[in-house]
């Protein structure tokens, strides 16, 4: 039998977390290098103190606990404090603190898998200060530095961010990788002339055309691949008057998929689309990569293990991808890594009403400490 977390500590803790920078609304605003997220940091290393164990900081701003008697190779489990600006109490945040809760707990039963914990709270995951480097900051800085070769393994317990997991009835999730996102600019170019004098026959008008590719993007990605989701959230119309034909028009169309072959057939099925309209329209198309994401595959044993204790814990579950990115897929490759999703209410993410039941994050936490004690156990048997 492994030792029981403590919900209460789990849930007061989290409160306690979600005070700095807290809104009137319930959520946080606490953007990585804000008066808020630095004092939640001295406030989240008092803490791992309080519990006995050994706080410290790398050059970047990362956090880490680990038991005063621990040596590595580390199991390495956390997320991030900062949070985007008006976010949930959750995103990121619940990763800590049940690394925290964990470790504590582990600690306090002297339980050998203590010795080889590190808990982990990542510089500025989200980006969201202008001064940023566009997110993922420490874990990237901590990947390129050197404890990263005593990391034998990285778990990051997280919530949904989504509704897929709450409408299936599940209770965890098994992360098994993150989608790969690309993104195509599609410039359509016609002919700016006088939009009342030419006759409606004779144009070459760009924004029909790029209106055209717009509406056609869902069936693009949904015949390429269902599970994929797609967005055109940039279009831009040249010159932009009323009185003018636009001679031009661009679109940003960005495709999330969990393999590259998808991707590839959904830019395929874009470039065929935009010609043919462009055809229509009397107008040139041209289709060009804005940039690429690949995916992150997380570590297939981990992912068996992950799902061994899920069916331990009795609770629904089932494999998936995240649809978001996350440290996981920076220190995927690096070290084996996986993650496990908690549901979240309504799928409601980055915005103050971020929710998920008390009896669901008691349980994903419970499913962290079971998570480290099998690996424990694994890398002892294995040395
Ligand atoms: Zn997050």
Redesign the pocket.
């Known amino acids: 039998m492994s030792p029981r977390i403590s919900a209460d500590r789990l849930l007061a803790d989290l409160d306690a977390l979600a005070a700095f920078g807290g809104r009137p609304d319930g959520g946080v605003d606490r953007v990585a290098g804000s008066a808020a997220d630095l004092a939640a940091r001295d406030w989240l290393a008092s803490r791992i103190e309080d519990a006995g164990c050994l706080a410290w900081r790398d050059g970047i701003g990362n956090v880490f606990g680990r038991h005063p008697g621990g040596t590595g190779p580390w199991l390495l489990t956390g997320?991030?404090t900062d949070s985007v600006p008006g976010g949930g109490r959750l995103?990121?945040a619940y990763?800590v603190i049940a690394a925290l809760e964990v470790l504590r707990t582990l600690r306090e039963a002297g339980h050998p898998a203590a010795l080889t914990l590190e808990i982990v709270s990542f510089w500025d995951?989200?980006g969201a200060s202008p001064a940023s480097d566009g997110g993922l900051v420490g874990s990237t800085a901590f990947c390129a530095g050197d404890h990263i070769s005593d990391i034998a393994a990285f778990v990051e317990l997280?919530i949904e961010?989504g509704p897929r997991m709450e409408a299936a009835g599940l209770e965890l999730g098994v992360v098994e990788g993150i989608v790969g996102i690309d993104r195509h600019t599609v410039t359509l170019t016609g002919e700016t002339n006088h939009a009342g004098t030419t006759p409606m026959h004779g144009r070459a008008d760009a924004a029909r055309a790029a209106a055209q590719v717009l509406v056609q993007v869902r069936e693009i990605a949904a015949a390429a691949d269902p599970g994929m989701v797609a967005n055109v959230g940039c279009v831009e119309v040249l010159p932009g008057a009323p009185n003018v034909i636009p001679g031009q028009a661009r679109l940003v169309v960005e495709f999330r998929a969990a393999t590259p072959a998808a991707l590839e057939t959904a830019a395929a099925g874009l470039r065929a689309h935009a010609a043919l309209v462009a055809e229509e329209e009397n107008c040139v198309a041209l289709v060009e990569p804005l940039s690429s994401k690949p995916r992150s595959r997380f570590d297939p044993a981990l992912c068996d293990l992950l799902e061994k204790v899920c069916k331990r814990l009795g609770a629904p579950f089932e494999r998936m991808v995240s649809f978001?990115g996350?440290d996981a897929g920076v220190l995927s490759r690096h070290a084996p890594t996986a993650m496990v999703f908690v549901p979240s209410l309504a799928g409601v993410s980055h915005a103050p009403a971020e929710h998920t039941p008390d009896w669901q994050l008691t349980q994903g936490c419970q499913a962290l400490l079971e998570t480290v004690v099998s690996l424990a156990h694994r890398e002892g048997e294995s040395q």
Request: proline share 0%; aromatic share 0%.
């Open positions: 997320s991030h995103d990121g990763g995951e989200e997280h961010q978001a996350h």
